[in-house]
């Protein structure tokens, strides 16, 4: 089993920047393919962007192409979520997972292990 714990949310004007970092902690984090969703009010959890156990792969939903970069440092246990050019349809709760499978997916469903989510808000 492995602990997810999300920080770095905050409030930022369009076409700011924003860092997200996803804490692991458990059973051996870096077997773990690590994706982060996000939720807006009223919609459905959608896929963001996933990193593969090594962080050789990355998948990215086509809304943040080009403006969001994922990461890991295996070392420190730790997945981050760079956000440039931050537009307001961006804004939502933002949700580290990890899914102790081959990389590949990006269905919440799929996904085992969630954290608290942290809340990303753009201001036009």
């Known amino acids: 089993q492995v602990q997810l714990v999300e920080s770095g949310g905050g409030l930022v004007q369009a076409g700011g920047s924003l860092r997200v970092s996803c804490a692991a902690s458990?059973?051996?984090?870096?077997?773990?393919?690590m994706g982060w969703f996000r939720q807006a009010p009223g919609k459905e959890r959608e896929f963001v962007a996933a990193t593969s156990q090594s962080g050789g792969n990355t998948l990215y939903a086509d809304s943040v192409k080009g403006r969001f970069t994922i990461s890991r440092d295996n070392a420190k246990n730790t997945v981050y979520l760079q956000m440039n050019s931050l537009k307001p349809e961006d804004t939502a709760i933002y949700y580290c997972?990890?899914?102790?499978?081959?990389?590949?997916?990006?269905?919440?469903?799929?996904?085992?292990?969630w954290g608290q989510g942290t809340q990303v808000t753009v201001s036009s």
């Open positions: 997972a990890a899914r102790d499978r081959l990389f590949g997916s990006v269905s919440a469903a799929k996904y085992d292990y």
């Open positions: 458990g059973r051996t984090p870096s077997r773990y393919t």
